[in-house]
T-cell receptor
Framework: DSGVTQTPKHLITATGQRVTLRCSPR?????VYWYQQSLDQGLQFLIQ???????AKGNILERFSAQQFPDLHSELNLSSLELGDSALYFC???????????FGPGTRLTVT | AQSVTQPDIHITVSEGASLELRCNYS??????LFWYVQSPGQGLQLLLK??????LVQGIKGFEAEFKRSQSSFNLRKPSVHWSDAAEYFC???????????????FGKGTKLTVNP
């Protein structure tokens, strides 16, 4: 158990819908990262937050957004969902910017 | 841009045999390097990391990896594989912000390990 929690574990929704994925980092970690894992693209970095502020962006679609709250938990919002958004979404956290990242168990999103 | 290549998509070894998983990276400066393992339906577990110093690093579960700057490699090894090691293994490179890179992990495509009894 990495100490990073993600909810829900599974999510099934229809195209065009909007969902919110939630992540709680390890106690004491200030940095939260979101990654998408799909069969064709592999593991791709989406976005990073550090102590409530956005720090880095990767291959994140405009339909996706994220935020980190004062209690350091983070949410990833996916809207206007398409079939191709079906993937595993991982949250990771680290104590600071240059430290190793610890991953949560992931949320499996299925868009039908 | 940084990139990571894991040349072997799938490797099969017998239980008790030694294991080496290959990883090559492309990065202009001193990289931060990681190996993660993912069991089916699970998240990624950090096996070991290299930041600086001794080029042979020890990790959990009896794994080790050696950083070779001249070959841009960070291969993962285990002297004797157990059936429970069957999983997918990912090599990743990180970029420290002080060198102008972004703060993210770039992953290889992974190597799936099958262990025969």
């Amino acid at each position: 158990d990495s100490g990073v929690t993600q909810t829900p574990k599974h999510l099934i929704t229809a195209t065009g819908q909007r969902v919110t994925l939630r992540c709680s980092p390890r106690s004491g970690d200030l940095s939260v990262y979101w990654y998408q894992q799909s069969l064709d693209q592999g593991l791709q970095f989406l976005i990073q937050y550090y102590n409530g502020e956005e720090r880095a962006k990767g291959n994140i679609l405009e339909r996706f957004s994220a935020q980190q709250f004062p209690d350091l938990h983070s949410e990833l919002n996916l809207s206007s969902l398409e079939l191709g958004d079906s993937a595993l979404y991982f949250c990771a956290s680290s104590v600071d910017i240059y430290y190793e990242q610890y991953f949560g168990p992931g949320t499996r999103l299925t868009v039908t | 841009a940084q990139s990571v290549t894991q040349p072997d998509i799938h490797i099969t070894v017998s239980e008790g045999a030694s294991l080496e998983l290959r990883c090559n990276y492309s990065y202009g400066a001193t990289p931060y390097l990681f190996w993660y393992v993912q069991s089916p339906g699970q998240g990624l577990q950090l096996l070991l990391k290299y930041f600086s110093g001794d080029t042979l690093v020890q990790g959990i579960k009896g794994f080790e990896a050696e950083f070779k700057r001249s070959q841009s490699s960070f291969n993962l090894r285990k002297p004797s594989v157990h059936w429970s090691d069957a999983a997918e293994y990912f090599c990743a490179v990180g970029s420290p912000i002080t060198q102008g890179g972004s703060e993210k992990l770039v992953f290889g495509k992974g190597t799936k390990l099958t262990v025969n009894p």
